[in-house]
């Protein structure tokens, strides 16, 4: 029986790269010049702290740092800006979450979207991932443009992994 999975991952060595991109950057422009601006990367690789002197520069090395992931084909839809934290003296703080796997509300919404779209195939919730089977690969390629057509209505990066005859 044919199938495929609904995943949503990020690719790690791109996020780097574009990270790195985006340090080099901030380290050559002039209005960057003594702002003391940083971007570190959590150990679980799941989001990145940016810390600079104050808001106009804050909203200035967001907005590098969501180009250069832009420019390596990072979706910006598996993006969460967090809160800008004005908490610390003298530097504002803000958190960019990048999304891994799918939430099951989300996975429950895609079964919900293939159940209303009368195609011959089912889904099934796998941990972060969603499975989907049918009798023929047409069937799955429909489902693939119904979900592609759904990704912004949900806001969710989608990727199709591990497609099966």
Same mark, same amino acid.
């Given at each position: 029986?044919?199938?495929? =999975? ?5 690719? &790690? ?10 340090r080099?950057?901030?380290? *050559? ?22 810390? *600079? ?7 200035? *090395? ?38 891994q796997?799918i ?5 429950k ?12 195939v ?7 991932? &969603? ?6 690969? =047409? =069937? ?16 969710? =990066? ?8």
């Amino acid at each position: 029986m044919p199938s495929f =999975d609904v995943v949503s991952k990020m690719n &790690l060595q791109e996020l780097d790269n574009a990270l790195n991109q985006a340090r080099k950057e901030i380290s *050559t422009r002039y209005d960057f010049q003594g702002s003391n601006t940083v971007l570190e990367l959590a150990p679980d690789q799941k989001s990145v702290l940016l810390k *600079t002197k104050d808001v106009q520069k804050l909203n200035a *090395t967001r907005e590098i740092v969501l180009q250069k992931l832009s420019k390596r084909g990072i979706s910006l839809l598996g993006i969460t800006v967090g809160e800008v934290d004005t908490a610390a003296l003298g530097q504002v703080k803000q958190v960019l979450t990048f999304q891994q796997g799918i939430p099951v509300e989300k996975s429950k919404e895609l079964v919900k979207k293939l159940k209303d779209s009368n195609l011959k195939v089912q889904g099934s919730i796998q941990g972060d991932s &969603l499975r989907v089977t049918g009798k023929s690969r =047409d =069937d799955l390629q429909a489902a693939i443009a119904l979900f592609r057509q759904a990704q912004g209505q949900l806001s969710i =990066d989608m990727q199709f992994d591990n497609f099966r005859d």
